[in-house]
């Protein structure tokens, strides 16, 4: 956790970018893109309606097309200002960015083992590791504090995503991981806890 940086929001909301055509293709995505579905839209919507009423002045937003469309639907919706935080990409997948698992295990054979001996500091060949996102997720949070009037939404990512709960909740790298964020959920957090809008 880092109470010491006044600029973290106490409370804030946390939306993962609507469903895309890679989702639906299995494909790990990181910091490349695919479109939203029509499905991936209708999350966004569905979104701004659950915010409508929170007070939300500021929408801080993942720079990647999927999350900037989402925030855009959002932010529109709700008369809200839209900030691009690059911090809130995704994690990195390097060279696997845009494959899918099964076409992973044929290229890279043992790397889901290398990977499940250290999950939190293994990294994507030529991409980054979910600790060394935690440190771009910890200077969103300030970034998104300092941007804010209020609370803020954060549109990101579910890997990214889990960093930036884990460090406003002072989340163990164990209990971190095992956070998920379904498309179409809005997370309402504090310091404390979090809960579903």
Avoid at 21 to 32: D, S
Avoid at 143 to 160: D, F, K, N, Q, R
């Amino acid at each position: 956790m880092i109470p010491q940086d006044r600029h973290v929001p106490e409370r804030l909301f946390l939306a993962r970018h609507g469903r895309t055509t890679w989702n639906l293709e299995h494909r790990l995505q990181g910091q490349r893109d695919s479109p939203l579905t029509d499905e991936g839209v209708a999350q966004a919507h569905a979104v701004a309606e659950r915010l409508r009423d929170a007070g939300v002045l500021t929408v801080c937003t993942s720079p990647l097309g999927r999350a900037t469309q989402t925030a855009a639907i959002i932010a529109e919706r709700i008369g809200a200002e839209m900030i691009e935080v690059p911090e809130l990409a995704e994690i990195d997948h390097g060279e696997l960015a845009g494959m899918t698992w099964d076409e992973i295990d044929e290229l890279y054979p043992t790397l889901r083992e290398e990977r499940a001996a250290n999950r939190y500091g293994w990294a994507f060949p030529g991409g980054e590791s979910y600790a060394q996102a935690r440190v771009r997720a910890r200077k969103a949070l300030s970034s998104c504090g300092w941007a804010a009037t209020g609370a803020p939404l954060l549109v990101s990512h579910e890997m990214i995503g889990r960093m930036l709960r884990a460090e406003l909740r002072g989340l163990d790298p164990t209990n971190a991981l095992a956070l998920r964020h379904p498309h179409g959920v809005v997370f309402e957090i504090t310091r404390s806890s979090e809960g579903i809008l």
